[in-house]
């Protein structure tokens, strides 16, 4: 994130520094890029760069020849189907993501039905995981209705802040 150390001429305060960083969490919370605030003779903009994820495919080894045979025309070679992109669901409007660190729990204890799978319609407000952070498990809850398109982690996997956990459409 990014933010100017001078507005209008005047130095940053301390209070202005604790604005800051209000505004960056608005922004984290949100998922907005950029947010714009004026007191006064103060105006600030906080923004953060957007990464951008690049995905290379590897083509299989018989795809890759060296010499092609000269005895069949290059239209009689055998197409091999072109490998399909991956999506990247962290952008989706749908995307769970991880409010904390911890650990993902499907179900709410070993052995149980998981409270969803793909496929799944859920109402808002229903619990999708469980995250154990610090001996304590933390419901996760559906902010919309829709339909369970993808789970993104593992029952039991180790997850990061902010990770997507699952997309709900």
Do not use: C, W
């Amino acid at each position: 994130m990014t933010a100017g150390t001078k507005s209008g001429g005047r130095a940053l305060g301390k209070g202005d520094l604790a604005l800051i960083r209000e505004l960056a969490d608005i922004l984290r919370d949100t998922d907005l890029s950029e947010i714009e605030v004026e007191r006064g003779d103060l105006k600030l903009r906080v923004s953060r760069q957007m990464a951008t994820q690049m995905i290379q495919a590897a083509l299989p080894a018989a795809a890759i020849s060296p010499v092609e045979s000269k005895s069949a025309p290059a239209s009689m070679a055998p197409e091999t189907p072109a490998p399909e992109a991956a999506v990247d669901f962290s952008v989706h409007p749908g995307a769970i993501h991880a409010p904390m660190v911890g650990t993902a729990y499907f179900a709410p204890e070993p052995g149980a039905t998981p409270f969803i799978k793909v496929g799944d319609t859920v109402n808002e407000g229903d619990t999708l995981l469980l995250i154990e952070a610090m001996k304590t498990f933390n419901p996760i809850l559906a902010p919309q209705s829709g339909k369970v398109i993808e789970i993104l982690v593992d029952d039991g996997a180790p997850i990061e802040f902010d990770e997507t956990l699952l997309v709900i459409g």
